[in-house]
């Protein structure tokens, strides 16, 4: 079983930055696939970044790419998503998730909900301009 617990949500003003964390506990974090989802109100969750532990390759969605950045501690059991130049359009709730899905596969499905097996209560971020 891996828990999951996310933390450093608050509220930023737009243009500001927020690093989120991700911590298990219970079985190491290390050998599972990592993923950034976050949900707005009356919408559907949505991809924002993932990383694949086998060759910690890197994938973002298309809104995100070049503002924020995943990176894993395995030391400390911990993914992060460090988030820059934000935007209202980023208030949301982001949850951190944890994927045992084959390597190969989870390079063409990273993006998928049903992809993951874990996931966190969720952080709330809030943007304000």
């Known amino acids: 079983q891996v828990q999951l617990v996310e933390s450093g949500g608050g509220l930023v003003q737009a243009g500001g930055s927020l690093a989120l964390s991700c911590t298990t506990s219970?079985?190491?974090?290390?050998?599972?696939?990592a993923g950034w989802f976050r949900q707005s109100p009356g919408k559907e969750r949505e991809f924002v970044a993932a990383?694949?532990?086998?060759?910690?390759?890197?994938y973002y969605a298309d809104s995100v790419k070049g503002r924020f950045t995943i990176s894993r501690d395995n030391a400390k059991n911990t993914v992060y998503l460090q988030m820059n130049s934000l935007k209202d359009e980023d208030t949301a709730v982001y949850y951190c998730?944890?994927?045992?899905?084959?390597?190969?596969?989870?390079?063409?499905?990273?993006?998928?909900?049903?992809?993951?097996?874990?996931w966190g209560q969720g952080t709330q971020v809030t943007v304000s301009s």
């Open positions: 998730a944890a994927s045992s899905t084959i390597s190969g596969v989870y390079r063409t499905n990273y993006d998928r909900l049903g992809s993951y097996d874990y």
């Open positions: 219970g079985r190491t974090f290390s050998t599972y696939h």
């Open positions: 990383h694949n532990w086998w060759d910690a390759s890197r």
